[in-house]
Structure formats: C-alpha cells, structure tokens
C-alpha cells in the first residue's frame, strides 16, 4: 500500500493506492484522486506553469501552462522550450504557444489575454 | 460630493464577485475602486494552477481564474476606476479616494463593501540579526517580480516560512534555473498545503527543515550567507546547532494579514486573531452598512472560497439596499475555544439560523489522527464534526445545517476541537 | 579650479554645502558612496539636543546650544519635518536624581533655556506611561526630533539649486599639496584641484586628514544598535526620553519619530570595522530589556526594523574642528550631538575662513526656500489642486505610506538623482511602511528606470553592489532583452 497526498486541488485528500489490486485507489473525494493515484504510481505528471517573453513595453512575461499533465521526467525539457518563445501581442487567453511541447503531445497554451 | 449605491474597494477575487453578485441582484450604482492598474488583484501574479475547482469545477491558474471574472465584470453595468486608491471611509460611508484620472474625489455610498486583501508579514525580516544587505525579500514581492516583470531575483536561495507562496515560489524559482537550497520552518509541522509541499518540495527534492530557523545574514552587499540552526520546544536556537549556507537570496514565507487599514480608520471592531474585521453570517462589520468578504476577514488557502465569500458579501450589501431595512437584530456570537484559532463569521444573525450557515475554521496545531470539531450552545453540545486530518495550514469549512440551528435559542455559540 | 572640495556629504558635509552656498565660491562636494547621508546621518536618534550634555568649554557644548535654536528655522525654511518635542531625563533613584542637578547646572552654563526638574508626579503626568520607579526628571522644552537624512538631502538639494557640484561615487584616495592649491584624486581616476579642502568625511575622516598630513587623530565608531516600531506605537511617548547614565551606561533613549515611529535605542559598542553595521541578537536583547526598565509595557510585537548605526567618535573626546593645514579644514569627530550642532559648525564656517585670511563675500542672490508636495499631509481642497495640476499625484505607488507617483518623479529631479530603492525610501518614505516595500518595489523600480535611464537590472537596494536583481527570467536561450 502506498500512501500519497492528492494535489489536483489544494483539499490535499490523503489517499491510498494498492499496487497488488490494480493501483486501486482510496480516499479519494473524487475521481480525479483516483486518477491522480494510479498515474502517480505508475508515472507520475505534472502540469507545468512558466511564463514566456513578450515584446511589450507594459507588459514583459507571458503567463502559459501545459493544457494537459506531462511527464514529470521532462518538466526541464518544457521549461527549455518555454524559455527559447518570444511573442509579440496581441494574445488572447488559451492561444497555443508551443505545440507538441517536448514530444509529450501537450500543448503550451498563454493563460491570460493581453491586448497590447 | 457625490452619491452611490454600493462602494466596493479592490477588484481582486473577493470585489469582483461582490460587484458581479450585487449587479445580478439588481443594485443601480455600483462603483468599484482598485488600486492596481488591472483586475484580479494578486491573482496575476499567482501563474501557477490550482483555482477554481469548487467554483468552477475544473482546474484553472491564477490569471485564467481572474480573467473569467474580468471579463465579466467589464461587460457588467459596473463603474470601475483603476489606479485608485482609497484614503478612507467614515463610519457614514463617506469613501475618500484618489486617482491620476479622478483626482481627488469623496463619494457618499448606502453600503460599502471591503475587499482589500492581505499583505504579507514581514516579522520573520526583522528579527533576524546580521547585516541588511539586498537579497532578503518575501516570496509574494519575489513572485511578483518574477512572474510580472521577468526579473530573476536570485541564484542560490533559502526560503524561511513554508507558507504556501513559499513553496510555490521555491518551485518557480527551481524551474527557472536558480537553486533552492532548503525550506526552513520555524514550527515542527508547515504551515504549507500538504500538496504543495508534496509538488513544489518534494518533486525537486528541495529539504523541508521543520523546527529550524534562520540566526544571521550575512553579506556586505548582496546576501552572502546565512545562519541556520534547530530550534528547541520553545522556538528558541540550539547552540551548537548551526549550519551556514552560501545563499544570494533569502525569501521570507512567514505568513499572511489582512489589509486591515480602511476597516481601523471606519472604527470597525477586528478580531485579534484574524486581523480582519469582525463580521456576521451576512459579511457585516461591526459598523452597519459596512462589509468585508475574502482575505480581508481572513487569509483564505483557496481563492474559490474568497469568492463565494465576495459573492455572500455582494448579495447581502443588494439585501440592505434593496429591501426595507430589517428591524435590528440580536446577533449571536459565534466563538473559538481551546484549540481552534479562529472561527469565521463570529457572529450569527437569529434569523440566519433557519438557513443554515456555513463556517471556517483554522486549528492552532496539527492533529493527525483527526479530531472532533464540537458546536456547543450556551456551553451544551449540538453538533459534531469528525476530521480524519485537522492542520493549521488548512482551513476547515462547516456547514450548520438549517435542521439543528433552527431549533437553537441560545444566546451564544461556542466551537472546540479535540482528538477523538 | 575650484574654491571649496567638501570631503564627505552626511549632515555635517551636507550642511557645510549649503552653508556655502550663500557665499561667491566655487563648491564640490565629494562623496565616495552613491548618495549622501549614508554614514552615521542614516542611522542615529534624530534628536535635536537641548544642549545640557556637552562638558561646558568643550567644542560640542559651543555648538550644540546654537545648532539647536537654528534648527526650527531651518526646517521651516528646507520643509522638512522637525517637532519641538521637549525631552525628558529620568532619574530612577535619589543619587539619579542628584546626577539631574548635576545636568541642569551644566545645562544653565551652556546657556539651555527653560531647564526645569520636575517630580516623579510632574513627570507622569506628561508622560503617564513611563515606569512607576521614576523618581525625578530634567525637563528641557527646546529638544526635539528630526529626520536626520531628510535633513542632509535638503541641505544638499538646496546647495544644488544654488550652485554646488556634488560627486557621487568619488572616495577621495590621495591629496596633494601644491603651492596654492590641493589636488584631489579618487578612486576611480578623477581629479579636483581646489583652494581649500573641508574634511567632513565622518567615520573615516581621519584617514582624509592622514592623505594630507601625519595622523593627527584617530575615530573609532561607536556602534548603536536600534528598535523601530510601527505607527501603532508612535504615541507611546510624547516627548524624547533619556535616563541618566548609570553603572550599566548611558541608558536607551525612546523617542517619537517625526514620522510617527517609536524608536528606541541605542546601545554603544566600539567597533573596528568603520562599515560594521550588522545587528547583533544579544545586544538586541540589552535594548530591550533597558527599554523596558523605562516603559514596561513598550509593544516589541509592534517592531518593524532593527538597524545599527556607527557614531564616528574621536580619540580627542571632543569634535575636531580647524586648520591642519593652511586651506586644509578639519570638521570630524562629530558625534552626537552632532545633528544638531551641525547647522551651527556650518554657520561659523566662513568666520573661520575669514579670521584665517580668506574673506567670502555673500551671493546677491541666494535661493533658500524649498517646498516639497507631499500628498498625504495636504488638506483635501490642495490635494485635490496638486491632482488637477499634475495627475502623477493622484498615483499612489506606495500604499502604507501614501506616496504618489509625482512624489517619486519630483525627488528624482531635484538635483540629486537617486540609484536605489532606498535612495526613494530616504527622499520620499516609499517603502518605509509595513510591508517594507513588499507591495511597491516593483512599481518604484519602474519609475527609477525610466527617469534615471539605468538598467534596471542595474538598480541597487542601498549601496553600489546592492543589486536588486540577478537577470532576467528566460534570458538562457535567444537574445538577452
């Protein structure tokens, strides 16, 4: 039995995976838990939030994020990525910024709009 | 002087719900002052994910969640003035306020709503002996820099408080190329989300030191090292303990406060433990017509909750304008005992208690096998709530079913907490 | 070739400069950091001394009395922020309160006006929180208290406006005598031939007069370490509070700031290190516990700063003040009361200088006025006026303490243009409030950039080497923005 705290969301729900069953999961609140337990087991992942440069004089960094989980192993690999992007505005919230970000099939999608 | 409706100060989380809640309920003249040159207040800057799942059921970060209500908020009929700050606000609800766009205005407002936030503590800074030298800053001004302007701040740092901007900029920093070389913790146990301890620490393999502090900076210009040591029961040093670290860089985490300025100077009576106002089931202050909703009443783990606070605060403010005035009414308190810190409202309206009302609540130190959170009236048990796990740095919300408080006639509420 | 090199820009440089300002004379001022008042005048009491403490015939006695019956003038003229407080000596057994006659007899020779010793009854009255063992005091109705590095920039500003060349980051490193003149060399490689010289260079002023002559005196500093409370405290006390010196030393003093502050302190230590301004835990702890033999309910909770400051104290005992040389005048050792003898040692300047043989005439015409908006003291009717006629007030950048953006832009364009977020804090109380710049650096560092033209990655917190800033985040691949 391995014992994990859930990080989908700040709850922290202290769960139990039983690799001998199936990686079936318990103490969940929800099924996310559940997802989150085996994958952390097997291969754990991580969404990753940076920032990336823009040519603004009012505005210099870009909020962006992984719009999936990757890999934890390659969050370095992402981050490289991220830090080679520079962007002129305008942006609007959920473009995509870098697809296919580090072969992980995840794309790097800009979390907020800016105008100018 | 002119006149308004409601006066909402800040459009962070908690001012932008009121606004949007109030408008919905059809208040007219909506002013919202912020202080920022943008909404969404320090969300901006919180780029990292983990908001919105209770209120919008999925995952968002900082600056998708703030921009939802934005966005919103700019098509609502809202008056909203930017860069401006507040001075004061009398017990009448006279708000006093500056902009480079207004100038120098007073408005007379029927209700006034404070969402001003928290600021970070500084405490940890100034008890620390050694030189002053450029290099020790908290974790929210580091965030700030750089999340917003793109400035790296450092390159081997040390982060003293686990709160949770701690630990997430401990993580930020890491994947941007600088080195974090330890986390350290006054108390035995973090005041950090579990999670985050988990995700920002323990991925990167970044020490937690619980029961350590730091005893001196040293640098002549920039911070060159720092002085760690354990501490005993009693927080104080060990001798002989001590470890030296070469650092560039000392983030302080050493917790949050409510802004709680406005309130002082409108002569609203604040709870010693929260810093924040004093306020009931509704959001009211002591000073009628006044309310305060989010982390101005109580330094809230997550911004969903800050918005459903704005939003009670906002329906409530529409309540007093729209209806008639309600006869005054007894208020029942609502009171922390042994080791629960702090309850939030501290006090209940008697015809809330047909509702139901919900509560939060902080516990002074970690019960890890759970505990029973009690309710009692006038001194007699009315409710239990079991915890499998009780931790100061994680709030706990109740909910006083309707079922229960609507048989209560007591004069007061008080609430505890022991292992089971 | 100029007529006057001002060695050292602290309140005693700083007030020499303006001092000289009024007269027909070529000025520099040479500093060796990146802005002045950054010795001893950023880190004492800003007490203004009635004057009972100096020996009666020693240096410190003939200026003190002077300096403080200028002050009050002086700020009202500069604007900057000053009280007449009044201080109070305690004594806390009956041979403390003979040390009090002791004190007013000094006090009347140095000539202290309206010296008076009041009951243990008298005394809590004035001030009902001072411990219940106080037994007596000496009242003194002209002390009070200043803002000593507001002090220095309005005299340094002031001096700007009227002519005087200021160098920053200019540590004079050798001094040659020539015929007529002196030259001066700093460390970076300029050069200033000068009639005179005046050695105001504080803690390190005996090495200046060693560059020209022999070793004629030494300054060890005395160390003082301090407490600065949150506004919450400010009315903790009404008025300067000392205590008579007692086998323990000369005990803490509590005062008000002109801020609103409480401070308490200081401690003595002699010190080796002329920059040694760390703070230290244990003497904290002796602080503290002084202090709170005074007021026992002082709020340490309530503290929002330690700082230490160096007292630059000469082995004469006394201030040095004269010629060492013909042209090659002495202002050092001046410890306190030096704050407030320093307008007075200023004044007497060119008497000096002309009893000496070099006569200086008066300018015709001679700007000794500044006005400084300060936004959060104005009535409502001249903010909202201030706001109309510039909308860069109405801008507030820092919250705790209400400083607008015009305020920053104004302290950056009055001759003296600031390099560091505490050359702002200093000129305007950005960032001096409780979130110690948490919330405003950001937005200061922005308008210091822009106004100034240095990189912000360039920006100091304090002194040259002070950089706030490593790099730039993802400046690793593609061009370095």
């Given at each position: 039995?391995?014992?994990?705290?859930?990080?989908?969301?700040?709850?922290?729900?202290?769960?139990?995976?039983?690799?001998?069953?199936?990686?079936?999961?318990?103490?969940?609140?929800?099924?996310?838990?559940?997802?989150?337990?085996?994958?952390?087991?097997?291969?754990?992942?991580?969404?990753?939030?940076?920032?990336?440069?823009?040519?603004?004089?009012?505005?210099?960094?870009?909020?962006?994020?992984?719009?999936?989980?990757?890999?934890?192993?390659?969050?370095?690999?992402?981050?490289?990525?991220?830090?080679?992007?520079?962007?002129?505005?305008?942006?609007?919230?959920?473009?995509?910024?870098?697809?296919?970000?580090?072969?992980?099939?995840?794309?790097?999608?800009?979390?907020?709009?800016?105008?100018? | 002087?002119?006149?308004?409706?409601?006066?909402?100060?800040?459009?962070?989380?908690?001012?932008?719900?009121?606004?949007?809640?109030?408008?919905?309920?059809?208040?007219?003249?909506?002013?919202?002052?912020?202080?920022?040159?943008?909404?969404?207040?320090?969300?901006?800057?919180?780029?990292?994910?983990?908001?919105?799942?209770?209120?919008?059921?999925?995952?968002?970060?900082?600056?998708?969640?703030?921009?939802?209500?934005?966005?919103?908020?700019?098509?609502?009929?809202?008056?909203?003035?930017?860069?401006?700050?507040?001075?004061?606000?009398?017990?009448?609800?006279?708000?006093?306020?500056?902009?480079?766009?207004?100038?120098?205005?007073?408005?007379?407002?029927?209700?006034?709503?404070?969402?001003?936030?928290?600021?970070?503590?500084?405490?940890?800074?100034?008890?620390?002996?050694?030189?002053?030298?450029?290099?020790?800053?908290?974790?929210?001004?580091?965030?700030?820099?750089?999340?917003?302007?793109?400035?790296?701040?450092?390159?081997?740092?040390?982060?003293?408080?686990?709160?949770?901007?701690?630990?997430?900029?401990?993580?930020?920093?890491?994947?941007?190329?600088?080195?974090?070389?330890?986390?350290?913790?006054?108390?035995?146990?973090?005041?950090?989300?579990?999670?985050?301890?988990?995700?920002?620490?323990?991925?990167?393999?970044?020490?937690?030191?619980?029961?350590?502090?730091?005893?001196?900076?040293?640098?002549?210009?920039?911070?060159?090292?720092?002085?760690?040591?354990?501490?005993?029961?009693?927080?104080?040093?060990?001798?002989?303990?001590?470890?030296?670290?070469?650092?560039?860089?000392?983030?302080?985490?050493?917790?949050?406060?409510?802004?709680?300025?406005?309130?002082?100077?409108?002569?609203?009576?604040?709870?010693?433990?929260?810093?924040?106002?004093?306020?009931?089931?509704?959001?009211?202050?002591?000073?009628?017509?006044?309310?305060?909703?989010?982390?101005?009443?109580?330094?809230?783990?997550?911004?969903?909750?800050?918005?459903?606070?704005?939003?009670?605060?906002?329906?409530?403010?529409?309540?007093?304008?729209?209806?008639?005035?309600?006869?005054?009414?007894?208020?029942?308190?609502?009171?922390?005992?042994g080791d629960i810190t702090y309850v939030v409202p501290q006090q209940i309206r008697q015809s809330s208690l047909s509702a139901g009302i919900d509560i939060f609540l902080r516990v002074k130190r970690p019960l890890p096998g759970g505990g029973v959170i009690t309710v009692c009236a006038d001194g007699t048990p009315i409710l239990r709530f079991r915890r499998k796990h009780l931790n100061p740095g994680e709030m706990e919300r109740l909910t006083l079913p309707h079922q229960v408080m609507s048989q209560q006639t007591a004069a007061s509420f008080s609430i505890s907490v022991e292992a089971p | 070739?100029?007529?006057?090199?001002?060695?050292?820009?602290?309140?005693?440089?700083?007030?020499?400069?303006?001092?000289?300002?009024?007269?027909?004379?070529?000025?520099?001022?040479?500093?060796?950091?990146?802005?002045?008042?950054?010795?001893?005048?950023?880190?004492?009491?800003?007490?203004?001394?009635?004057?009972?403490?100096?020996?009666?015939?020693?240096?410190?006695?003939?200026?003190?009395?002077?300096?403080?019956?200028?002050?009050?003038?002086?700020?009202?003229?500069?604007?900057?922020?000053?009280?007449?407080?009044?201080?109070?000596?305690?004594?806390?057994?009956?041979?403390?309160?003979?040390?009090?006659?002791?004190?007013?007899?000094?006090?009347?020779?140095?000539?202290?006006?309206?010296?008076?010793?009041?009951?243990?009854?008298?005394?809590?009255?004035?001030?009902?929180?001072?411990?219940?063992?106080?037994?007596?005091?000496?009242?003194?109705?002209?002390?009070?208290?200043?803002?000593?590095?507001?002090?220095?920039?309005?005299?340094?500003?002031?001096?700007?406006?009227?002519?005087?060349?200021?160098?920053?980051?200019?540590?004079?490193?050798?001094?040659?005598?020539?015929?007529?003149?002196?030259?001066?060399?700093?460390?970076?490689?300029?050069?200033?031939?000068?009639?005179?010289?005046?050695?105001?260079?504080?803690?390190?002023?005996?090495?200046?007069?060693?560059?020209?002559?022999?070793?004629?005196?030494?300054?060890?500093?005395?160390?003082?370490?301090?407490?600065?409370?949150?506004?919450?405290?400010?009315?903790?006390?009404?008025?300067?509070?000392?205590?008579?010196?007692?086998?323990?030393?000369?005990?803490?003093?509590?005062?008000?700031?002109?801020?609103?502050?409480?401070?308490?302190?200081?401690?003595?230590?002699?010190?080796?290190?002329?920059?040694?301004?760390?703070?230290?835990?244990?003497?904290?702890?002796?602080?503290?516990?002084?202090?709170?033999?005074?007021?026992?309910?002082?709020?340490?909770?309530?503290?929002?700063?330690?700082?230490?400051?160096?007292?630059?104290?000469?082995?004469?005992?006394?201030?040095?003040?004269?010629?060492?040389?013909?042209?090659?005048?002495?202002?050092?050792?001046?410890?306190?009361?030096?704050?407030?003898?320093?307008?007075?040692?200023?004044?007497?300047?060119?008497?000096?200088?002309?009893?000496?043989?070099?006569?200086?005439?008066?300018?015709?015409?001679?700007?000794?006025?500044?006005?400084?908006?300060?936004?959060?003291?104005?009535?409502?009717?001249?903010?909202?006026?201030?706001?109309?006629?510039?909308?860069?007030?109405?801008?507030?950048?820092?919250?705790?303490?209400?400083?607008?953006?015009?305020?920053?832009?104004?302290?950056?364009?009055?001759?003296?243009?600031?390099?560091?977020?505490?050359?702002?804090?200093?000129?305007?109380?950005?960032?001096?409030?409780?979130?110690?710049?948490?919330?405003?650096?950001?937005?200061?560092?922005?308008?210091?950039?822009?106004?100034?033209?240095?990189?912000?990655?360039?920006?100091?917190?304090?002194?040259?080497?002070?950089?706030?800033?490593?790099?730039?985040?993802?400046?690793?691949?593609?061009?370095?923005?």
């Open positions: 039995m391995i014992d994990l705290i859930c990080i989908c969301c700040p709850e922290g729900c202290r769960l139990q995976v039983d690799p001998d069953h199936d990686y079936a999961v318990t103490g969940n609140r929800c099924p996310r838990g559940e997802t989150y337990g085996r994958e952390e087991v097997i291969s754990p992942v991580r969404i990753v939030t940076s920032t990336v440069r823009l040519t603004s004089e009012t505005v210099p960094r870009l909020p962006v994020k992984t719009d999936r989980p990757v890999p934890k192993s390659v969050m370095f690999q992402v981050m490289d990525e991220i830090n080679r992007v520079v962007l002129n505005p305008p942006v609007r919230l959920g473009q995509p910024v870098i697809s296919d970000v580090a072969g992980t099939g995840a794309d790097v999608v800009a979390t907020r709009t800016v105008t100018a | 002087m002119t006149e308004t409706d409601l006066v909402i100060i800040g459009a962070g989380p908690a001012g932008m719900a009121a606004a949007l809640a109030a408008r919905a309920r059809g208040v007219g003249r909506i002013l919202v002052l912020e202080r920022n040159g943008f909404y969404g207040g320090i969300l901006n800057q919180c780029i990292h994910n983990g908001f919105g799942l209770h209120y919008f059921g999925e995952e968002l970060t900082g600056p998708e969640y703030a921009e939802r209500f934005s966005t919103e908020l700019a098509s609502a009929a809202v008056d909203v003035h930017l860069d401006t700050m507040v001075l004061s606000v009398s017990p009448d609800r006279q708000v006093e306020y500056i902009g480079p766009k207004t100038g120098y205005q007073v408005v007379s407002a029927k209700a006034v709503i404070l969402a001003t936030g928290c600021r970070e503590r500084t405490r940890g800074q100034i008890s620390i002996p050694g030189t002053r030298p450029a290099g020790v800053l908290t974790a929210g001004a580091a965030q700030r820099y750089v999340n917003l302007d793109g400035y790296q701040i450092g390159r081997r740092i040390i982060v003293l408080g686990s709160g949770d901007i701690g630990l997430i900029m401990a993580r930020r920093l890491t994947l941007e190329g600088a080195e974090v070389v330890a986390v350290v913790e006054l108390m035995p146990y973090s005041s950090g989300l579990t999670r985050n301890i988990r995700q920002c620490l323990d991925d990167f393999d970044i020490p937690l030191l619980l029961s350590h502090t730091i005893t001196e900076i040293r640098g002549k210009h920039r911070v060159e090292q720092v002085t760690v040591a354990a501490v005993d029961a009693d927080r104080k040093p060990l001798p002989g303990s001590e470890t030296r670290f070469d650092v560039d860089t000392v983030l302080l985490s050493v917790g949050l406060i409510p802004e709680n300025e406005l309130a002082k100077g409108a002569g609203i009576e604040l709870d010693p433990v929260t810093g924040g106002p004093i306020v009931s089931d509704r959001m009211e202050t002591s000073v009628p017509g006044i309310f305060a909703c989010g982390n101005a009443v109580q330094v809230h783990d997550l911004v969903d909750y800050v918005s459903a606070e704005g939003r009670r605060a906002g329906d409530h403010a529409a309540d007093l304008l729209l209806n008639e005035p309600a006869a005054k009414e007894d208020l029942i308190s609502l009171t922390a005992t | 070739m100029v007529d006057f090199a001002v060695i050292g820009a602290g309140i005693v440089g700083s007030a020499i400069a303006w001092e000289l300002s009024k007269y027909e004379a070529d000025v520099v001022v040479l500093e060796k950091e990146n802005d002045i008042a950054l010795g001893a005048t950023r880190a004492n009491s800003g007490i203004i001394h009635a004057g009972y403490d100096p020996e009666p015939g020693t240096l410190a006695a003939r200026y003190n009395v002077p300096g403080a019956r200028m002050i009050p003038e002086i700020a009202a003229d500069l604007d900057v922020h000053f009280r007449q407080t009044g201080s109070l000596v305690l004594a806390f057994s009956d041979r403390e309160t003979q040390g009090l006659h002791a004190l007013l007899a000094r006090g009347q020779k140095n000539g202290v006006p309206g010296l008076q010793i009041l009951s243990a009854e008298a005394t809590r009255a004035l001030e009902p929180r001072l411990s219940e063992r106080v037994t007596a005091s000496l009242y003194a109705p002209t002390a009070g208290i200043v803002n000593p590095w507001e002090l220095a920039l309005a005299f340094m500003e002031t001096a700007i406006k009227n002519g005087v060349r200021l160098l920053l980051d200019a540590a004079v490193t050798g001094i040659g005598k020539e015929e007529d003149h002196y030259r001066l060399r700093t460390a970076d490689g300029r050069e200033v031939s000068t009639r005179f010289v005046i050695n105001a260079a504080g803690a390190y002023a005996d090495e200046v007069s060693a560059l020209a002559a022999g070793k004629l005196f030494s300054i060890t500093p005395t160390k003082g370490e301090y407490f600065l409370f949150d506004k919450s405290a400010g009315e903790t006390v009404d008025r300067v509070i000392f205590c008579v010196p007692d086998e323990l030393g000369k005990g803490v003093i509590i005062a008000p700031t002109v801020h609103g502050n409480l401070i308490v302190g200081p401690d003595a230590e002699p010190v080796a290190d002329k920059d040694d301004t760390a703070t230290d835990g244990a003497r904290l702890a002796y602080v503290r516990s002084r202090a709170l033999q005074v007021i026992p309910s002082l709020p340490f909770n309530d503290n929002i700063r330690n700082f230490a400051g160096l007292r630059a104290a000469a082995d004469t005992d006394d201030f040095v003040i004269g010629f060492q040389a013909p042209g090659f005048f002495n202002v050092a050792g001046i410890k306190s009361p030096g704050l407030t003898a320093a307008p007075a040692i200023a004044d007497d300047i060119p008497r000096r200088f002309a009893a000496a043989g070099y006569p200086l005439n008066r300018k015709a015409y001679w700007q000794g006025k500044r006005r400084i908006v300060r936004i959060r003291e104005l009535p409502a009717e001249e903010k909202a006026a201030a706001i109309r006629a510039n909308p860069a007030y109405g801008h507030i950048i820092c919250r705790c303490e209400t400083i607008s953006e015009g305020e920053i832009l104004d302290a950056c364009r009055r001759g003296m243009k600031p390099v560091s977020l505490d050359g702002i804090k200093r000129r305007t109380g950005a960032g001096m409030g409780r979130c110690q710049g948490g919330f405003c650096g950001a937005g200061i560092v922005a308008i210091l950039a822009g106004e100034t033209g240095i990189d912000p990655l360039r920006i100091c917190q304090d002194k040259a080497g002070s950089r706030l800033f490593a790099g730039r985040t993802k400046s690793a691949g593609g061009t370095d923005d």
